[in-house]
């Protein structure tokens, strides 16, 4: 990321309220957006703690001036040898996870996205509904990830992905874990870590000339991060369905946020109204701007 931009992407967000959904990433690196778990959803819209969030909830997002993904494709890479071991829970896990990958593309749920744009040359180009799963390969990577992932070995596997595989410019590399490990970011944890914050989270680094979009998925493993009833697989796709949605609409931190509150499309939604199944799989709400609040389907 460019110093410019980086203090003009600082500059927009009120005092104290971007600073729990955004870190800026060092030099080539774009900022982190994170799922808060629902305790901290929780008290991020809670009016008496001085926050804001709840009150902007009828404030529609705003376009940035920068890209979206338009036809996008989901590249699931499993990082740890269970997921392959037909013996373990992880193994059809995995497989579930990516079923839903393969429906969501082209379905209602995602459909609500296509109502935000990029602008190009003064011409408005509309994300489009798309086969996520015809991108390159997923990745099953037997290796043993670290107890602790850090962002930077997040980046480290999916740039390991790219050693063997061609680069996709409309592709979200999304990196998933099993319960033995957790996600990290500068203080604050995913499911499993010492200091919960959030649930799953998505950026972008710069490869030469590339932008490279990724998500970490974390295992559900906490309730912060579950939804009463639900499977571990229903958990993730809820993940998957979030964290996608958002980078298609905001890669960069560029796209489509609500410039009164630093949160996003999904996070609009997020855990209020109740997450919801449809064909057995994990969804939640999406922010409509045609409709100025929280819609499941268009």
Same mark, same amino acid.
């Given at each position: 990321?460019?110093?410019?931009?980086?203090?003009?992407? !600082?500059?927009?967000? =009120? #005092? /104290?309220? &971007?600073?729990?959904?955004? +870190?800026?990433? *060092?030099?080539?690196?774009?900022?982190?957006?994170?799922?808060?778990?629902r305790?901290?959803?929780?008290?991020?819209?809670?009016?008496?703690?001085?926050?804001?969030?709840i009150?902007?909830?009828?404030?529609?997002?705003?376009?940035?001036?920068?890209?979206?993904?338009?036809?996008?494709?989901?590249?699931?890479?499993?990082?740890?040898?269970?997921?392959q071991?037909?013996?373990?829970?992880?193994?059809?896990?995995?497989?579930?996870?990516?079923?839903?990958r393969?429906?969501?593309?082209?379905n209602?749920?995602?459909?609500?996205?296509?109502?935000?744009?990029?602008?190009?040359?003064?011409?408005?180009?509309?994300?489009? !509904?798309?086969?996520? =799963? #015809? /991108?390159? &390969?997923?990745?099953?990577? +037997?290796?043993? *990830?670290?107890?602790?992932?850090s962002?930077?070995?997040?980046?480290?596997?999916?740039?390991?992905?790219?050693?063997?595989?061609?680069?996709?410019?409309?592709?979200?590399?999304?990196?998933?874990?099993?319960?033995?490990?957790?996600?990290?970011?500068?203080?604050?944890?995913?499911?499993?870590?010492?200091?919960?914050?959030?649930?799953?989270?998505?950026?972008?680094?710069?490869?030469?000339?590339?932008?490279v979009?990724?998500?970490?998925?974390?295992?559900?493993?906490?309730?912060?991060?579950?939804?009463?009833?639900w499977?571990?697989?229903?958990?993730?796709?809820?993940?998957?369905?979030?964290e996608t949605?958002?980078?298609?609409?905001?890669?960069?931190?560029?796209?489509?946020?609500?410039?009164? +509150?630093?949160?996003?499309?999904?996070?609009?939604?997020?855990?209020?109204?109740?997450?919801?199944l449809?064909?057995?799989?994990?969804?939640?709400?999406?922010?409509?701007?045609?409709?100025?609040?929280?819609?499941?389907?268009?």
């Open positions: 990321m460019k110093k410019a931009f980086a203090a003009l992407f !600082l500059a927009s967000f =009120a #005092a /104290g309220l &971007a600073a729990q959904e955004l +870190t800026v990433r *060092p030099e080539g690196s774009g900022p982190i957006f994170k799922f808060p778990t305790e901290v959803f929780a008290e991020r819209t809670n009016p008496s703690s001085g926050n804001m969030g009150l902007a909830r009828g404030n529609n997002p705003t376009y940035q001036g920068g890209p979206v993904i338009l036809a996008a494709h989901v590249v699931l890479i499993f990082w740890g040898p269970t997921f071991n037909p013996s373990s829970p992880d193994f059809a896990y995995a497989q579930a996870i990516q079923a839903f393969n429906q969501y593309g082209t209602s749920e995602y459909n609500v996205i296509t109502q935000y744009y990029q602008i190009v040359g003064g011409s408005h180009q509309l994300i489009q !509904l798309s086969n996520l =799963a #015809a /991108g390159s &390969a997923d990745m099953f990577d +037997t290796s043993t *990830p670290p107890t602790n992932v962002d930077a070995a997040v980046q480290g596997e999916v740039a390991k992905y790219l050693t063997t595989h061609t680069f996709d410019a409309s592709a979200v590399y999304e990196v998933v874990i099993p319960s033995t490990s957790y996600s990290s970011d500068q203080g604050s944890d995913s499911c499993g870590g010492p200091n919960l914050a959030y649930c799953a989270y998505h950026s972008s680094y710069s490869s030469g000339s590339s932008n979009i990724y998500a970490i998925e974390p295992y559900p493993s906490c309730s912060g991060c579950q939804w009463p009833g499977t571990a697989a229903q958990n993730e796709d809820h993940f998957v369905c979030h949605r958002e980078a298609v609409t905001d890669p960069l931190g560029t796209g489509w946020w609500n410039t009164r +509150t630093g949160e996003e499309l999904d996070d609009q939604c997020a855990w209020s109204p109740n997450p919801f449809s064909g057995g799989f994990g969804y939640q709400d999406e922010w409509s701007n045609a409709l100025s609040r929280c819609v499941q389907t268009r």
